[in-house]
């Protein structure tokens, strides 16, 4: 079906694109268009968050053009001088195109015209940037991706300006810049233009977009379609490859909110220059899924799930999911909700899609975004695997669960199947690490990934899943990760209990690991519970160790601790165990164990079966750190050792509050105790436990989904 699909799509555009030709579009015509030019001035005076929206980019472009034009030879690497000024250059064309637009002041479009016309001027005069990342690398900046990011950003600036520009200036400018680029992103890096890949992404839109606007069908065509023009790479190979049915970017959800600019903006422009093709309705509405996906992907108080190699200060608010919301409402007949996203967000492009999505905030349309539970499949076909989200209570104070079981990821992922975050009362409770980088710090690392990101970031000890052995899933292999991906068992949402499970069967030699995910809420429960039920099953003994990296400060353990006061000693030699310091640990001998921590003035108890071969340890990340690349992040691992098979269930129990100003402490200790199982085996798992001193009665059917849990 999506060969079938695919196939149309690209004989309607050809057919299309030898009827489109550069006499007949008008300029602007990306996001800012010649039929609409009006209707968007008039709307900067009228509807207050496009006009909040333009202030502070006509306040951009007022800087711009009282400042001296800078366009250095490059040098440095992320976050250095000559990158931060190569980046602000192609924002202001941007801010300064739009500037000329709305307000027909010509000093903005001359300084759009000079800084371009000395960026021609000098750019073939540069070699390979110095401190090239890539082979062969940027021109402009240390890594070809800001390249191509810069000229996503530059034409559109052009566009805007295009008919201030006289013929011979228009010329010179796409002869001795764009030209060029176009050849070093497409040829001379052509490697990574027909990359299935985040930078094949921006790299394609670069030509694209570029193609578009200055009449040129070859550099659209192998956007489109790669640079042998086979399908094999290119927008739509991308757009077949990247994403599942539900609109899931392989890569995880930094990078989607990442990459949807430049698919946001290819198709954009796909839908300008030649609206016949019906882009927006590739794949079954691919790209407005992949908006919803995104936002999907984030908790509610903004932030994106920090999976894989993620930056964890992302949220909804960063540039490119505002062009993402306002294109797919104004352009993809988006429900209102995506208007609450906007208003959270203050701000809006100004364009079109900008105009139409302030005015329908002004005329009161906004919905609360409906943040819901669901299994979001990963893989192109919607078979490796997946995200399970589980989710209770408003957007104020929701209990927010994630079991990733999602494919590797490609070069970005991380070895931590069946991880698991939980989010409760604006924040995070049990965190992912996300990635070791300091990004646009030329200090450290030249704002690249530190070595630490993948002697830890990347280790599955750094993740709350089960470590076998002291190693990590598949051995820190990418290639041998990327050969198997998980698989769901079983997802559902009731006004009873959600659920969510899933195996993997691969990631350690002759182990099968098997995790369920459920948020209950006994009888007389404010919250609800995270019942957390992970089976690991050999025919051989193992040590199995399950980290929780949890956030707060720890208040309190039914069990003795011995800590290690003088001298503190990494928790092993390999797999992120050198990072860790050991800071205490105990062997239990009792039949649950109990561990309290306060986070955000709520108090959170990990109630959890053990016996007397259980082991508890209390870790601080840090360890053989001599660049102080780790943050001081705190752990409590439950450990089985010499077992074949384990099952390990914990309930986490958010529970009483604190008030330091009132200097008030209530509901300090939990409900739930006196955890027992009652059978285990490869079909059935069943347990009981007592909240608030009624019993409860939790069975697992591994093997039957239409009766898979039970709960009495």
């Known amino acids: 079906m999506l060969r079938i699909e695919r196939l149309c799509l690209v004989v309607s555009m050809i057919a299309g694109l030898l009827q489109t030709t550069r006499a007949q579009q008008q300029h602007p015509s990306l996001l800012l268009t010649r039929q609409n030019i009006e209707t968007v001035r008039n709307g ?25 034009i ?54 073939n005069t540069w070699g390979r940037h110095p401190k090239r990342k890539d082979q062969p690398g940027g021109k402009m900046f240390w890594q070809n991706l800001n390249d191509c990011v810069w000229q996503v950003y ?33 040829e001379v890096n052509g490697e990574i233009f027909n990359k299935i890949h985040n930078h094949g992404t921006w790299s394609v839109a670069a030509v694209g977009m570029t193609g578009y606007v200055c009449g040129r069908k070859d550099w ?111 352009d993809m007949q988006s429900n209102d909700d995506l208007l609450d996203v906007v208003q959270q967000q203050k701000k809006v492009i100004i364009s079109d899609a900008g105009l139409r999505v302030a005015k329908a905030i002004a005329e009161g349309k906004t919905k609360p975004f409906a943040y819901q539970p669901m299994w979001i499949s990963d893989g192109a076909n919607g078979k490796d695997g997946g995200l399970g989200i589980l989710r209770d209570g408003n957007n104020d104070d929701q209990a927010c669960v994630v079991l990733k079981a999602a494919s590797q990821g490609m070069g970005h992922g991380h070895f931590d199947r069946l991880n698991i975050l939980y989010y409760d009362n ?44 002291k190693q990590s899933q598949y051995k820190g ?28 069967d691969h990631a350690f030699e002759g182990v099968q690991l098997m995790r369920t995910a459920i948020l209950f809420k006994p009888d007389g429960a404010t919250m609800p519970l995270l019942i957390d039920v992970f089976r690991a099953n050999s025919s051989t003994p193992h040590q199995y160790d399950l980290p929780f990296w949890y956030q ?14 003088n001298q503190l000693l990494p928790a092993g030699d390999n797999f992120g165990y050198q990072h860790m310091w050991v800071n205490g640990e105990t062997k239990l001998s009792s039949a649950n164990g109990a561990i309290t921590f306060i986070n955000n003035k709520r108090f959170y108890t990990t109630t959890f079966l053990a016996d007397t071969a259980t082991h508890v340890s209390f870790v601080t990340c840090g360890a053989n750190d001599p660049e102080f690349n780790l943050r001081s992040e705190k752990a409590y691992i439950i450990s089985e050792r010499g077992k074949a098979a384990h099952t390990f269930i914990n309930i986490t129990e958010p529970h009483g509050k604190t008030n330091p100003v009132a200097e008030y402490t209530v509901g300090f200790k939990p409900q739930t105790k006196e955890i027992k199982l009652l059978s285990d085996g490869a079909e059935v798992t069943a347990f009981e436990f007592t909240y608030n001193k009624k019993k409860y009665t939790i069975a697992l059917q591994y093997n039957n989904k239409q009766s898979f849990i039970t709960i009495k």
Not at 172 to 185: A, D, N, Q, T, Y
Not at 478 to 488: I, T
Request: charge should be negative; hydrophobic fraction near 35%.
């Open 552 to 565: 707060g400060h720890l208040t309190d353990t039914n069990f003795p601790v011995t800590t290690n006061n």
């Open 44 to 68: 900067v005076t009228k509807y207050p968050l496009l006009q909040q929206s333009w202030k502070e980019l006509k306040k951009d472009a007022d800087k711009a053009i009282k400042g001296a």
């Open 220 to 330: 659209v065509e192998i956007a489109l379609h790669g640079g042998r023009k086979d399908d094999k790479a290119g927008f739509l190979a991308q757009l077949n490859q990247l994403f599942s049915p539900d609109g899931y970017y392989t890569e995880g959800p930094y990078y989607q909110r990442y990459a949807i600019l430049p698919f946001i903006m290819l198709a954009k422009t796909i839908h300008q220059y030649q609206p016949e093709l019906g882009i927006y309705d590739y794949r079954g509405g691919l790209l407005k899924k992949a908006v919803n996906t995104a936002l999907q992907c984030t908790y509610t108080n903004k932030m994106f799930f920090p999976l894989n190699d993620a930056m964890k200060d992302k949220s909804l608010e960063t540039e490119e999911m505002v062009y993402a919301v306002d294109i797919a409402y104004s």
């Open 426 to 469: 604006n924040t995070e409770v049990f965190s992912d690490y996300g990635a070791v980088r300091f990004l646009n710090i030329e200090t450290k690392n030249g704002g690249n990934y530190t070595k630490e990101n993948n002697t830890w970031g990347k280790q599955t000890i750094a993740h709350n899943t089960i470590a076998v052995d």
């Open 70 to 123: 800078d366009v250095p030879t490059p040098h440095d690497s992320g976050g250095g001088t000559t990158h931060e000024q190569h980046k602000k250059n192609y924002q202001n064309i941007l801010a300064c195109g739009i500037a000329w637009q709305i307000t027909k002041d010509e000093q903005y479009a001359r300084y759009v015209k000079d800084l371009l016309l000395q960026y021609a001027a000098v750019y």
């Open 154 to 186: 530059v034409i559109q600036g052009y566009d805007c300006v295009y008919d201030y520009l006289k013929p011979e200036e228009r010329k010179k400018i796409e002869s001795e810049l764009f030209e060029p680029i176009v050849k070093e992103l497409s």
């Open 477 to 504: 292999n990418e290639k041998a990760g990327e050969k198997a991906s998980p698989e769901l068992i079983y997802f559902n949402a009731t006004p009873q209990y959600q659920v969510v499970s899933a195996k993997e």
